[in-house]
């Protein structure tokens, strides 16, 4: 099976050790995410930036390209984003979109030469400049939803798992099985319960309805301290600070409409079923009837963290340069907290109004946990050449994704923190990153720009692909001033469960969505050196 992230959506989910790990293990890479970001410019050339400088997006891609500027300048930067879900999920296709605007980079750099009377200012250390800058490096702002007739599996399924694991009648399960009425324990198998629901021909089709809409908002960014010198029109350095900041809210609605098994197929299926006992009305009453099962999850985290990086640029000749970039771990302190609840609603057949009620308690499905967690170093190695009308530059950059690394703040739960960091090892990988980008001249005020961004694969065993193709332009107005404009689009492709069930048990596949999304960026940068 392939699989692109977990969203789970029912409180027992959140009380049971495993699924928190599968929570954390997402949470973990989505809040590693983000791009260098920075100007219009940069972006059209798809971020390609390692080896260039003279840009406001040195003082977040590679410090070292600060030591190129021979005087201040300041720049703002806008973003619009559409982003589009294409879904498939059991042969319904659906589309989802939602759109934000946003600042995306402010910048300053200040130009400080150093001046030595009857010196040569060609050699030794030329200037030592500094930038400061605010950059938005990932918004989470999305609606994505799928929806179709499930013929393999029920997400009840999920839940007598969870019943059957040890501890799973303690706590939420308890309120779950002696209240809900939708689980029976197995006869001949003490200890493992199963759901009395039933695939065939639900409003004349075989299989579940069942709907997951999943709306996040929130942004991650970063605000820059940097420092680049120049060393004879050879050699630049550079050194960053940053520090991070980002809030991410989650809030999914999973629905399934269903059957309950009739008394004869249960009495196949469990013979000794005490939901098959006349006397017993309570249960009796909820074989063969219609169902309707709600699943909200709502997540609410926030953090910040800090970060440095190191880079240097070396000009081979005058028109062909390398440079390096070593990004350490963002090392990021979390809080999050999140709310559950599950809520299940009977009927009779051909009857609109339920004859029955239930829903998970407050308690159950509330957590709150504190955490820190490091993101993965980045290495970035690029390479650039100048031409008498333009350029041409290409970075690759290394991601260990397998690096990062959680830990309970509190230090209360070592267990958790031992298994997290395990499964971030059993599931995630080190990924090549490769982006190039080129610089047209069309004249003393115009140029047009394009670019292409790879991003590898963070997953060991899961599906995707992730690719950016970005064009721009840029006008030189007079006095200093510039404006840059670049249209870029992103798409991944990925497949994602609404949840999993024990597929040996049951004899069948967890479910599959497969998703295409689709962002659109339209980005305006307006800038001024003085």
């Known amino acids: 099976m392939t699989i692109k992230k977990l969203l789970f959506g029912t409180a027992f989910l959140i009380g049971a050790a495993g699924t928190a790990q599968a929570q954390y293990t997402k949470d973990v890479l989505l809040f590693s995410q983000g791009d260098n970001g920075g100007t219009a410019r940069f972006k059209a050339m798809g971020n390609a930036s390692t080896a260039l400088g003279g840009d406001i997006s040195s003082i977040t891609s590679n410090p070292a390209g600060l030591g190129y500027f021979n005087q201040s300048d300041i720049s703002v930067t806008g973003r619009y984003l559409n982003n589009k879900n294409k879904t498939d999920y059991f042969g319904q296709n659906t589309n989802s979109s939602k759109n934000n605007f946003n600042l995306d980079n402010a910048g300053i750099v200040f130009h400080l030469p150093t001046y030595r009377n009857g010196g040569n200012l060609e050699k030794g250390w030329l200037n030592f400049n500094v930038g400061i800058a605010y950059n938005r490096n990932y918004v989470y702002n999305n609606l994505l939803e ?96 940053g520090f991070t900041a980002f809030s991410y809210d989650n809030s999914s609605w999973f629905t399934e409409y269903g059957r309950t098994l009739s008394t004869e197929k249960l009495a196949k299926r469990n013979p000794g079923s005490t939901f098959l006992d006349p006397k017993n009305v309570k249960k009796n009453e909820m074989l063969g009837k219609d169902y309707e099962l709600f699943d909200d999850y709502v997540q609410a985290t ?168 970005s064009l721009g332009i840029g006008a030189k107005l007079g006095r200093g001033m510039y404006i840059d404009l670049t249209g870029a689009y992103n798409a991944i492709n990925y497949k994602e469960s609404p949840y999993l069930i024990n597929e040996q048990y049951f004899d069948n596949m967890s479910p599959v969505a497969d998703i295409k999304n689709q962002r659109t960026n339209v980005v305006l940068t307006i800038g001024s050196k003085f």
């Open 302 to 469: 926030d953090g910040t963290g800090v970060d440095f990086k190191l880079g240097v640029i070396y000009k081979f000749t005058p028109t062909f340069s390398m440079g390096f970039t070593a990004k350490s771990p963002t090392f990021m302190s979390i809080r999050d907290e999140s709310y559950s609840n599950s809520e299940f609603r009977y009927f009779k057949r051909e009857e609109d109004t339920s004859f029955k009620e239930y829903r998970t308690s407050d308690d159950a499905g509330h957590s709150y946990l504190e955490y820190n967690m490091n993101t993965p170093y980045k290495l970035s190695l690029g390479a650039s050449q100048v031409f008498s009308r333009g350029l041409i530059t290409a970075d690759v950059e290394w991601v260990d994704y397998s690096a990062m690394r959680f830990k309970d703040a509190g230090s209360y739960n070592k267990t958790l923190e031992k298994e997290m960091n395990q499964k971030i090892k059993d599931s995630y990988q080190g990924a090549l990153n490769a982006r190039i980008g080129g610089e047209v001249l069309f004249d003393n005020v115009f140029s047009g720009r394009a670019g292409f961004n790879y991003s590898g694969n963070p997953y060991k065993n899961a599906d995707y692909t992730n690719y950016t193709a």
């Open 146 to 241: 799928y929806k179709g007739v499930n013929n393999t599996s029920s997400i009840t399924d999920a839940y007598s798992d969870r019943l059957s694991a040890p501890g799973g009648l303690s706590g939420w399960g308890q309120e779950v099985y002696g209240n809900s009425l939708l689980f029976d324990e197995e006869t001949d198998n003490k200890g493992r319960y199963f759901p009395i629901t039933d695939f065939d021909n639900f409003n004349g089709k075989d299989g579940f309805d069942q709907v997951n809409s999943i709306l996040e908002k929130g942004s991650k960014s970063e605000s820059v301290l940097s420092f680049g010198a120049n060393y004879s029109n050879k050699l630049y350095l550079g050194a960053a600070l």
